[in-house]
């Protein structure tokens, strides 16, 4: 069940490109971030793409989020609207991201669409059922390799640290764990590349643990408050 197929266009989208507020460049709208305007007048990043109203868009990278101006996102929303300035943009998107990506994986497990830890993984594998792997991002630099070199091409990525994937997932840490879901586990895969590039890490190959805002430690709650907004 692709998530991306679910979600509703005003009548005056279509499957055109957009343009990025910042570059100006036109690209497929399934590479931009949404941007709305909520009912305070705060710019808001849409990216389960869910919100009503007039929609702007801007490139997932640092330099074109920086390149929007308020006046610029006003024009296109028709209306004033409070952008924050710099890092605090960036902060608001990349929590924006990850909070994504968190949401996908609590789908997946409502689903029972998630394998997770070596046993399970090991037989999501063997079943043919495993679609995406996820490995904890805070797993030792060598840990990705015994899986990949079973995994017969079947991706993995490096998602949140072993103790909020365990939490988006309703248990303890989880190191490993493969999500089952066709299209869904696209989706996720889309949306942890999407987040690694904008925090301007690499997606597979590197030790650094990814954290995301209200999930480490947690029960998951944030991720499914993010997405019953
Ligand atoms: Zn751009």
Do not use: K
């Given at each position: 069940m692709p998530r991306r197929g679910t979600r509703r266009l005003s009548p005056r989208e279509n499957d055109h490109g957009r343009t990025c507020l910042g570059c100006r460049r036109r690209r497929p709208r399934g590479e931009l971030i949404r941007i709305v305007r909520d009912p305070g007048g705060a710019a808001c990043f849409d990216l389960e793409g869910s919100l009503p109203g007039r929609g702007a868009w801007v490139c997932p990278s640092r330099e074109c989020l920086a390149a929007v101006t308020p006046g610029a996102l006003g024009h296109v929303l028709r209306a004033p609207v409070r952008l924050p300035p710099g890092d605090a943009r960036r902060r608001e998107l990349a929590g924006a991201l990850g909070r994504r990506v968190a949401n996908l994986v609590t789908i997946?497990?409502?689903?029972?669409?998630?394998?997770?830890?070596?046993?399970?993984?090991?037989?999501?594998?063997?079943?043919?059922?495993?679609?995406?792997?996820?490995?904890?991002?805070?797993?030792?630099?060598?840990?990705?390799?015994?899986?990949?070199?079973?995994?017969?091409?079947i991706a993995l990525r490096r998602?949140?640290?072993?103790?909020?994937?365990?939490?988006?997932?309703?248990?303890?840490?989880?190191?490993?764990?493969?999500?089952?879901?066709?299209?869904?586990?696209?989706?996720?895969?889309?949306?942890?590349?999407?987040?690694?590039?904008?925090?301007?890490?690499?997606?597979?190959?590197?030790?650094?643990?990814?954290?995301?805002?209200?999930?480490?430690?947690?029960?998951?709650?944030?991720?499914?408050?993010a997405e019953a907004r």
């Open positions: 997946a497990r409502r689903m029972r669409g998630v394998a997770a830890g070596p046993t399970g993984v090991r037989a999501a594998l063997a079943s043919g059922r495993a679609r995406l792997l996820l490995l904890a991002g805070d797993a030792p630099a060598d840990a990705a390799a015994p899986w990949t070199s079973r995994a017969g091409g998602a949140h640290d072993a103790a909020a994937l365990g939490a988006l997932l309703g248990r303890g840490p989880v190191t490993i764990a493969a999500v089952t879901v066709d299209g869904l586990a696209g989706a996720l895969r889309d949306a942890i590349d999407r987040w690694r590039a904008f925090e301007a890490v690499s997606c597979d190959n590197d030790n650094l643990p990814m954290t995301i805002q209200g999930a480490r430690g947690g029960t998951g709650a944030a991720g499914e408050e």
